[in-house]
T-cell receptor, first 119, second 114 residues
Framework: GAVVSQHPSWVICKSGTSVKIECRSLDFQATTMFWYRQFPKQSLMLMAT?????????EQGVEKDKFLINHASLTLSTLTVTSAHPEDSSFYIC???????????????FGAGTRLSVL | GENVGLHLPTLSVQEGDNSIINCAYS??????FIWYKQESGKGPQFIIDIRSNMDKRQGQRVTVLLNKTVKHLSLQIAATQPGDSAVYFC?????????????FGKGTHLIIQP
C-alpha cells in the first residue's frame, strides 16, 4: 500500500514550452500532496503544498504563476511548469500524505520523480 | 537554503559492518523526524520515523536515535548490505500535525565496500 505514481519519469522540452507532471496516489486518498525540487547532488527543497479543492500554498521564492498546481481530486495533483527555461531543469518529486489516525503523524510517501530537461 | 551548492558527504563502510549516519537539525520546534533512502534517479523511500517524545526507535536492521538536547538525529544500519548503498536524508516536520511539507537535511551518500 501507499504507492505514489508520478508521470512522466523523464521529459525533454524546448525552452518556452509548458510541461505538466502528474502525481497520483494509487491506493489511498490524499487531501494533501507536496511538490519538491532537487538539483543534482543536493537535497530536496519543498516548492509547494497542494490541497485538494483549494489553492496551493507556495514556499517563499517559488513563483506560483510559473509553477501551476492543480489538485482536482483526492488522488491526483498536477504541476505545470509554464514557459520552461533551462534553469528550470531539475528533478521534480511529489509526495502524498497518508493519514493514520487523528493522533498519529502523517507519513509522506514519494513518487519516483520526474527529470525535466529544458533545451 | 543551507543545502544549495553543497555536495553530499560520503560514508564508506565494509559490507557486513554497521553504519551510522548523522543529521543535525536546527529548529527546536520540530516534533517529527523521518529518515529516507534515495537511490539514484528515484524518489525517497521511507525508512523509519520518530516523534520528539521518544529518543530511540527500532525497525528491521535500522535504529533511529534522537537527541533533542543537541538537536541531533542518527540512523544506524546493522550488517550493511550492497543494497543499502544510496543517499540517506533526514527530514523534519515543522509546524506540528504533519500537515506541512518536510524540511530535508543535506543527505549522506552511503557506499558499501565489498
Amino acid at each position: 500500500g501507499a504507492v505514489v505514481s508520478q508521470h512522466p519519469s523523464w521529459v525533454i522540452c524546448k525552452s518556452g514550452t509548458s510541461v505538466k507532471i502528474e502525481c497520483r496516489s494509487l491506493d489511498f486518498q490524499a487531501t494533501t500532496m507536496f511538490w519538491y525540487r532537487q538539483f543534482p547532488k543536493q537535497s530536496l527543497m519543498l516548492m509547494a503544498t497542494s490541497n485538494e479543492g483549494s489553492k496551493a500554498t507556495y514556499e517563499q521564492g517559488v513563483e506560483k504563476d510559473k509553477f501551476l498546481i492543480n489538485h482536482a481530486s483526492l488522488t491526483l495533483s498536477t504541476l505545470t511548469v509554464t514557459s520552461a527555461h533551462p534553469e528550470d531543469s531539475s528533478f521534480y518529486i511529489c509526495s502524498a500524505r497518508v493519514e493514520r489516525g487523528v493522533l498519529a503523524k502523517n507519513i509522506q510517501y514519494f513518487g519516483a520523480g520526474t527529470r525535466l530537461s529544458v533545451l | 537554503g543551507e543545502n544549495v551548492g553543497l555536495h553530499l558527504p560520503t560514508l564508506s563502510v565494509q559490507e557486513g559492518d554497521n553504519s551510522i549516519i548523522n543529521c543535525a537539525y536546527s529548529n527546536s520546534a520540530s516534533d517529527y523526524f523521518i529518515w529516507y533512502k534515495q537511490e539514484s534517479g528515484k524518489g525517497p523511500q521511507f525508512i523509519i520515523d520518530i516523534r520528539s517524545n521518544m529518543d530511540k526507535r527500532q525497525g528491521q536492521r535500522v535504529t533511529v536515535l534522537l537527541n533533542k538536547t543537541v538537536k541531533h538525529l542518527s540512523l544506524q544500519i546493522a550488517a550493511t548490505q550492497p543494497g543499502d548503498s544510496a543517499v540517506y536524508f533526514c527530514a523534519e516536520n515543522i509546524g506540528g500535525g504533519g500537515a506541512d511539507g518536510l524540511t530535508f537535511g543535506k543527505g549522506t551518500h552511503l557506499i558499501i565496500q565489498p
